[in-house]
């Protein structure tokens, strides 16, 4: 991604608060997950954030990591104090949802990843403080300076549940006729194509890929 010098540097026992992010704006959904990174980045970069005749510009992407359907993505050393919680930066490890925005909420599978991340930072990371009490929605931190709508009522509300430890085990979307074809004809052997059927044209295949394996 792209950078504008060396963000300062924090170790990993100053961080006590999980905060989550979302876009600032909606995002076109067919836009590939590195160039929207790539694009937030840019945008960091380039914004002044202080005020003039301060010039204040972001030394790269400032959260440090990503979430989206397709997986987690680390964008910034954990060590880095990036802009992204104004006085709460130092002890704040950031995640952002770069395809959520102010009327797109987050998918299933988003939220699961989500939940995977926290669930990671919480309990499989010692040597980081933060613990389940300290997730936080972006503009929750108002103690901080904060004052936002970032991260969006689902975000926030899923923050809000995580800390009372009400959050439900993610439900994953049922998939496809595709998938499913996919799924199945992978057990009698390599399938590297889909094709639209339905499921009785699966058990169909299935049974004719048997034949021919002799299963």
Not at 128 to 153: D, F, M, Q, R
Request: proline letters at 9%.
């Amino acid at each position: 991604l792209p950078r504008n010098g060396s963000f300062p540097q924090r170790t990993l026992g100053q961080v006590s608060i999980l905060a989550l992010h979302y876009q600032g704006a909606d995002v076109d959904p067919n836009v590939p997950i590195l160039d929207l990174l790539i694009q937030d980045a840019n945008f960091h970069i380039n914004k002044n954030w202080c005020t003039s005749p301060q010039v204040c510009h972001g030394y790269g992407i400032e959260y440090h990591y990503a979430a989206d359907d397709d997986g987690i993505y680390q964008l910034e050393d954990e060590t880095a104090v990036t802009w992204n919680d104004s006085n709460a930066n130092v002890i704040t490890m950031a995640l952002c949802c770069p395809r959520v925005g102010p009327n797109t909420p987050p998918g299933p599978k988003t939220m699961a990843n989500v939940k995977a991340w926290l669930d990671w930072m919480c309990n499989d990371r010692p040597e980081i403080p933060a613990s389940t009490k300290n997730v936080w929605g972006h503009g929750e931190l108002v103690e901080y300076g904060n004052s936002t709508s970032c991260p969006g009522g689902p975000l926030l509300a899923f923050a809000q549940a995580y800390r009372a430890g009400t959050v439900q085990p993610p439900v994953p979307p049922a998939p496809s006729v595709n998938d499913q074809l996919v799924t199945i004809l992978s057990v009698v052997g390599d399938c590297t194509y889909k094709v639209p059927v339905n499921l009785v044209q699966i058990q169909v295949l299935v049974q004719q890929g048997k034949a021919l394996l002799g299963a």
